[in-house]
């Protein structure tokens, strides 16, 4: 098992700056890959960025390449997402997902609580 616990959310205005912090616990030399979806109001959970732990490569969803960077800590067992140039369109729960892989929030099997991440206009 695999427990994770998300941090960092909050409300800021457009054009603001967040950073996500996602610590891992228990088993987690099973988890190869750890990533961060995105659920908005009325809305299907969506693949925001993931980051290999051994490797370091990044994946984005296009919608926030260039303003979102997901990075890690080994030492820390912790996935931060550094997000920047924040539009309301990007308000949301956030989650943390680990012990899968891809794109499809059907592939991972651990999940944080989700933090709430809201940007006004």
């Known amino acids: 098992q695999v427990q994770l616990v998300e941090s960092g959310g909050g409300l800021v205005q457009a054009g603001g700056s967040l950073r996500l912090s996602c610590a891992a616990s228990?088993?987690?030399?099973?988890?190869?890959?750890m990533a961060w979806f995105r659920q908005a109001f009325g809305k299907e959970r969506e693949f925001v960025a993931a980051?290999?732990?051994?490797?370091?490569?990044?994946y984005y969803v296009d919608s926030v390449k260039g303003r979102f960077s997901i990075s890690r800590d080994g030492a820390k067992n912790t996935v931060y997402l550094q997000m920047n140039g924040l539009k309301p369109e990007d308000t949301a729960v956030y989650y943390c997902?680990?012990?899968?892989?891809?794109?499809?929030?059907?592939?991972?099997?651990?999940w944080g609580q989700g933090t709430q991440v809201t940007v006004s206009s």
């Open positions: 997902a680990a012990g899968g892989w891809g794109t499809r929030s059907t592939r991972y099997d651990y």
């Open positions: 228990g088993r987690t030399d099973s988890t190869y890959t």
């Open positions: 980051v290999s732990l051994n490797f370091g490569d990044t």
